[in-house]
């Protein structure tokens, strides 16, 4: 587990985060390209849909060949893979599939004839799924970006698929920056009536807490202390905030001897003097209320005893805190690091991250038996690791993922299977959390230099000025933000907090 502490880290990984260094991208003006299909010179639409195809054979290189005289089942299945697509000419689809599999066994002449006949096809306006492929292949192709702006632009991609194209991008729904503060801005807290927004701020150069009233923009101060009070999370009355602080911690790490160790406080949004609901000599983190608001979920490295696991720092445990009793019950135990909870709406489960082998996935236990599994994959989703879950009352459940450097977010339906990438960009997307009526999603991104929050509309598809904006913030980001590096930054924790 990472320490929740202003630090540089050194590498890519979720639990020690290195941030990514963004290359300036090279201006590729271009209108029209030769490519060496057919000998023929493309627009830049037909070309994509050719280099598409041929950016899906570079999977099947590993094809295996039969040997001379012999037709294996494979090779069965493509003739009747060239008798479907001959049946019908005019399914784009169909002919991109008959082009990647001709290429795959090398029969450069068919392939030829297949590329010659998408060529006539795409003549006319494409079709919302192939708009999309075209889409999907320039924005991961080195350069293609100045031309997937250009061709968005176009009037002969309709309105209605430009949502779609959003979606295959990574870019589906209005997404709009809510805060513009001097200095990091970080862990966006919604409350029960989506009002106001509680986060932490470095204002004076340390973390507090501050509450931001969503209409009048009013900004109120609630805690002003020279420690690290992070993590605000409000209760479901909307009365109260816990936090944690590093406040209690001045003779403390003097006679442990390990650093920072926080505690889980309570204050009110009239103010007044917070009051420590979790203390003890270990580090205690990431508060989570239970729907309910009888207990309150968190994450430590404390033992049994509640004092701190002397040699295993970076291993916490999840624990839950009864506040008609005091009762602190220790919910997992094993050798991992398990943080980040987060209860259903029903109170029936709660979602967490788990490092497997130093990588973090999510998992989810039932407060009933007790029972744990895992919840995906990260590689379903394309990514080295998943954490800091948010669930939905629609039971769509957010979460940040690491692909390399890059963190962005994604969600999972947990009713249905799909699955969505919410943000597309090079800079540091995280922590995200829904509001109480799940169709806003807030996060929190280093996309201006500094860290500050943003909002997701979930039931608003991008428009077409929106995507391109948010394709030309992606292009930019990199260039002008030397007021973000490793040496000057602060690093704001990624997956474990």
């Known amino acids: 587990m990472m320490r929740k502490r202003e630090r540089a880290c050194s590498a890519p990984c979720l639990s020690d985060m290195e941030r990514p260094e963004h290359p300036q991208r090279k201006d590729r003006p271009k209108v029209e390209r ?36 012999m037709e294996t089942t494979g090779q069965q299945d493509l003739r009747a893979l060239e008798e479907r697509a001959a049946m019908n000419p005019q399914d784009v689809a169909l002919q991109l599939l008959l082009l990647k599999a001709w290429v795959s066994v090398d029969s450069v002449q068919r392939a030829a004839s297949v ?25 991961n192709r080195s350069g293609g970006r100045e031309e997937l702006l250009a061709q968005l632009a176009r009037p002969e991609v309709p309105e209605s698929t430009v949502s779609m194209i959003g979606f295959a991008l990574g870019h589906p729904f209005v997404t709009e920056r809510v805060t513009e503060l001097n200095g990091d801005a970080a862990f966006p807290n919604p409350s029960p009536d989506g009002r106001k927004l509680a986060f932490q701020w470095d204002k004076r150069g340390n973390w507090d807490i501050f509450v931001l009233d969503l209409s009048s ?78 207990s309150l979920f968190f994450a430590s490295e404390r033992d049994v005893a509640g004092e701190r ?145 943003y909002r997701i509309y979930l039931g608003k598809p991008v428009s077409r000025s929106e995507l391109i904006e948010e394709l030309q913030s992606e ?4 260039s002008g933000n030397d007021s973000w590096n490793r040496e000057g930054g602060k690093a704001v924790y990624a997956l474990d907090k």
């Open 34 to 69: 030769n490519y060496p299909v057919c000998g023929r010179k493309l627009t830049t639409w037909r070309g994509g849909v050719l280099l598409l195809a041929l950016a899906l054979i570079l999977g099947c290189a590993s094809a295996k060949r039969a040997p001379v005289g």
């Open 115 to 139: 590329a010659d006949r998408l060529q006539t096809l795409v003549m006319r306006p494409p079709e919302a799924d192939v708009w999309c492929a075209l889409a999907h292949f320039l924005a």
């Open 217 to 294: 923009r009013e900004l109120t101060q609630l805690t002003d202390h020279p420690a690290r009070d992070e993590s605000p999370c409000f209760a479901p009355n909307g009365r109260a905030l816990a936090f944690t602080s590093t406040r209690n911690d001045t003779a403390r790490s003097k006679t442990i001897g390990q650093g920072d160790s926080r505690d889980i406080f309570l204050i009110g949004l009239d103010g007044g003097s917070p009051i420590c609901i979790v203390g003890s000599d270990a580090d205690d983190w990431y508060p989570r209320f239970a729907p309910d608001g009888r």
């Open 309 to 453: 696991k002397t040699g295993v720092e970076g291993r916490g445990e999840l624990y839950r805190l009864w506040f008609a009793t005091g009762q602190v019950q220790r919910l997992t135990v094993n050798e991992t690091n398990d943080t980040a909870p987060w209860a259903s709406h029903d109170g029936a489960r709660l979602y967490f991250a788990r490092a497997i082998d130093g990588l973090f996935h999510i998992f989810v236990m039932n407060l009933g038996s007790s029972e744990v599994k895992q919840v995906f994959a990260p590689k379903e989703f394309g990514i080295d690791e998943a954490g800091a879950p948010s669930l939905s009352r629609k039971e769509l459940l957010a979460f940040v993922g690491r692909a390399g450097q890059n963190f962005d977010i994604y969600a999972l339906d947990l009713r249905t299977g799909k699955k969505i990438r919410l943000t597309r960009h090079p800079a540091l997307d995280q922590a995200p959390v829904f509001d109480q009526a799940g169709d806003i999603l807030y996060f929190h991104s280093n996309r201006t230099g500094r860290f500050q929050l």
């Open 475 to 478: 292009a930019e980001f990199g």
